[in-house]
């Protein structure tokens, strides 16, 4: 798969902005970048710029299910000057580490993900994605996967839910990196979807039906 940049983005959704936005931008020092419409759903993306990547705050006034939680179950935030993780919470109960800049590799951004089967993961994260395996998980440039064993089964999860929900990729061609995936055994989340004249995506989901964007701007 081709991407254009060497990371990836993430994204959450909340019915409560402003004290979302009082955390992220306040206590982790999230910069804000810009507001999008999410189209006919009603929901706003509020995007911001966070350890090079960017975190994508998805804001809906009507009631979000809670349950069940998807796989990405912490945002690991890269800091330096740090010489162990500092574990935070935002206001919806999202669990944040502050790592020391390096950790696991990661000076922009990673994901601890909890999987049933962690083994089933390798073959998704290294052929269908092209990330690099590495002891504990898996690394796309400065960014990282830090996978685990879950306690209780990871299920199929939907995307607009409280909590993270999904990574974003942005790729080259995105009509070739979608195909490119389902022909190396990704299962579709979404067909290519075009928007305006600039913006086209599509969705996966990796064995445990976790959500990943693709992305051509």
């Not at 019915?15 to 979302?20: V, Y």
């Not at 073959?123 to 830090?146: A, D, H």
Request: charged fraction near 25%; charge should be negative; aromatic fraction near 8%.
């Amino acid at each position: 798969m081709q991407l254009s940049a060497p990371r990836f983005d993430v994204a959450l959704y909340t019915n409560d902005i402003e004290p979302m936005l009082a955390f992220w931008q306040g206590e982790l020092g999230a910069k804000f970048d810009r507001l999008l419409s999410m189209g006919p759903s009603g929901g706003t993306q509020h995007r911001h710029l966070l350890s090079g990547c960017t975190l994508k705050i998805n804001h809906y006034e009507e009631p979000l299910d809670e349950e069940p939680l998807s796989g990405y179950r912490e945002l690991l935030v890269p800091r330096d000057g740090l010489t162990q993780p500092l574990k935070l919470t935002d206001p919806d109960g999202n669990r944040v580490a502050l790592v020391p800049s390096g950790w696991f590799g990661i000076t922009e951004l990673g994901v601890r993900l909890e999987a049933n089967d962690p083994a089933a993961h390798r073959q998704f994260y290294t052929k269908v994605l092209g990330f690099v395996p590495v002891e504990g998980g898996y690394r796309l440039g400065n960014c990282g996967i830090v996978m685990g064993k879950a306690e209780a089964p990871v299920v199929e999860a939907p995307m607009k839910a409280k909590g993270y929900r999904y990574l974003t990729l942005g790729v080259v061609d995105i009509y070739k990196a979608h195909a490119d995936a389902l022909a190396a055994g990704a299962e579709e989340g979404a067909a290519v979807r075009v928007v305006g004249e600039t913006v086209r995506y599509s969705q996966l989901r990796d064995p445990d039906g976790n959500w990943l964007e693709l992305s051509q701007r």
